[in-house]
Each structure stands twice: as structure tokens, then as C-alpha cells.
């Protein structure tokens, strides 16, 4: 099982809606990672956090440590935002299956 | 800059011979990772370096599997012999030791057969 869980797995959303996709660990960690993969493979860091938020641009990141959960955010959604998002949790960098964006225009 | 180079980008090899991943790291970072990415395991960190140093290598799935980092500049991952369960896409990333942020190469596809 692993232990790190991404939810949903997949997801479509119309442009300009605000998405959310969920990941939650079981294991204590000292930071997550959000990681986003383009279509074509490659993959871009977003986010770093350990608490609290961290916001760039449209994105957003959200991380409670005690509840073992971490959001990202994505408002006004774009088809370019379309792509695999992945959290990865440290210590000892498990990752979760990803969740994949489909934004339509 | 010009990013996390790897080489080569697509390999097809034979299953029992030798492949040697390749990674050049940002000039200036001190920490390099390398990750697999299969569909069925997703992406898995095989290792990764601290200034040099082979900080965990609990990821490396077996002794074929071997990887060096003899500076700053360079790193490798070595497989020998090959097998077609290694079939996968093979990513390196560089960042400062404590920083917020990896940057990623765009991978090296690599299929055993």
C-alpha cells in the first residue's frame, strides 16, 4: 500500500474553475513536495513546504502536519495547467500515484 | 543556464549489457538526485548526493544497479547487466543543499529488450 495517497486520481475541469487535488501520508515527515508533470514528460517543482501555505501565481499549496494532508490549489484554471501533479513527501521521499488535470477550454 | 542535462535521452539496449546514465547538474548546486518513473511504480528516488557524497542509495533496487558522483559537475548511473524490468524513464535534478526547490532534467528513456 503506499503510503502516500493522491486524490482524485483523475480530474477534468472546465477553464477557469478552481481545482484542488489532495495528498495525504501516513508517515511523519519533515516537508512535501508538489511536483508538476507536462504531457511530454517533464517535470517542473512547484512547491517545497513544511507548514502552513505557499502561493505562486495561480497556484496555491497548503500543508497541515497534523492532520497528515496537503492540498494544491489551482484558481482560474487554464488547459495549460493540464498535466500529472504529484506530491512526494521526505523523508525518506515516497511519492504519491499523481493525479491528472485535464482542463478544457 | 541550461538546466539538468541528461544523456542520452533514448536508449535501446539489449538485455545483459551495460548502460551508463549520464547528468550534469546545475553549476552551483550541491545536491543531486536521481529518480526512475515506471507506469506501474510511478517515480521512485533511487539515490541521492550531497556535495558529492552518496547521502542514501536505500532506493537502488539491487547491486546492477550502481551510481557515482566523482564531482561537482558530473554524475552517473551505471546498470549492468541490463534487464527489461529496468525499461524506464530515468530522471536526474540538482538544488542546493536545504532549498525549496529541484530542477529537473528532461529524463533519459531507457528500454531493455
Known amino acids: 500500500k503506499n503510503e502516500v495517497e493522491q486524490s482524485p486520481q483523475n480530474l477534468t475541469a472546465q477553464e477557469g474553475e478552481f481545482i484542488t487535488i489532495n495528498c495525504s501520508y501516513s508517515?511523519?515527515?519533515?516537508?512535501l513536495h508538489w511536483l508538476q508533470q507536462h504531457p511530454g514528460g517533464g517535470i517542473v517543482s512547484l512547491f517545497m513546504l513544511s507548514s502552513g501555505k505557499k502561493k505562486h501565481g495561480r497556484l496555491i499549496a497548503t500543508i497541515n502536519i497534523q492532520e497528515k494532508h496537503s492540498s494544491l490549489h489551482i484558481t482560474a484554471s487554464h488547459p495549460r495547467d493540464s498535466a500529472v501533479y504529484i506530491c512526494a513527501v521526505y523523508n525518506d521521499m515516497r511519492f504519491g500515484a499523481g493525479t491528472r488535470l485535464t482542463v478544457k477550454p | 543556464d541550461a538546466g539538468v542535462i541528461q544523456s542520452p535521452r533514448h536508449e535501446v539496449t539489449e538485455m545483459g549489457q551495460e548502460v551508463t546514465l549520464r547528468c550534469k547538474p546545475i553549476?552551483?548546486?550541491?545536491?543531486l538526485f536521481w529518480y526512475r518513473q515506471t507506469m506501474m511504480r510511478g517515480l521512485e528516488l533511487l539515490i541521492y548526493?550531497?556535495?558529492?557524497?552518496?547521502?542514501?542509495d536505500s532506493g537502488m533496487p539491487e547491486d546492477r544497479f550502481s551510481a557515482k558522483m566523482p564531482n561537482a559537475s558530473f554524475s552517473t548511473l551505471k546498470i549492468q547487466p541490463s534487464e527489461p524490468r529496468d525499461s524506464a524513464v530515468y530522471f536526474c535534478?540538482?538544488?542546493?543543499?536545504?532549498?525549496?526547490?529541484?530542477?529537473f532534467g528532461a529524463g533519459s528513456r531507457l528500454t531493455v529488450l
Open positions: 553549476s552551483g548546486h550541491n545536491s
Open positions: 548526493f550531497n556535495n558529492n557524497v552518496p547521502i542514501d
Open positions: 535534478a540538482s538544488s542546493l543543499v536545504g532549498a525549496n526547490v529541484l530542477t
Open positions: 508517515v511523519g515527515i519533515s516537508a
